[in-house]
């Protein structure tokens, strides 16, 4: 994943498999999370809650990411691509900042 980001990860992101299956290492199969969102992905785990997430592509980066159903209306990965695209939004609006 370091070498698709061309990136070092931080101590606070983890790699997730999004297929669930570790020895697939598609890059397409593969996601980066804070580790607040990996530990509630996790906490979500069984099978009740899968049942009840959803995949989505972030608008931002165009990652694919997993939402369990108490968090299905958020349509960004992260914090980080929200306030990326908002401020994209204003820029383009030409509102600066």
């Known amino acids: 994943m370091e070498a698709h980001l061309k990136r070092n990860l931080s101590r606070s992101e983890y790699v997730h498999h999004i297929n669930g299956n570790k020895s697939d290492n598609r890059i397409e199969n593969l996601t980066v999370l804070t580790a607040s969102e990996h530990a509630k992905l996790h906490a979500a785990d ?52």
Do not use: A
């Open 46 to 97: 069984n099978l009740y809650c899968q049942k009840r997430g959803v995949y989505k592509k972030c608008p931002n980066c165009l990652d694919t990411f997993y939402r369990v159903r108490s968090m299905q209306h958020s349509i960004y990965c992260g914090m980080k691509c929200y306030w990326d695209f908002e401020r994209k939004k204003r820029e383009k609006n030409g509102r600066g900042h």
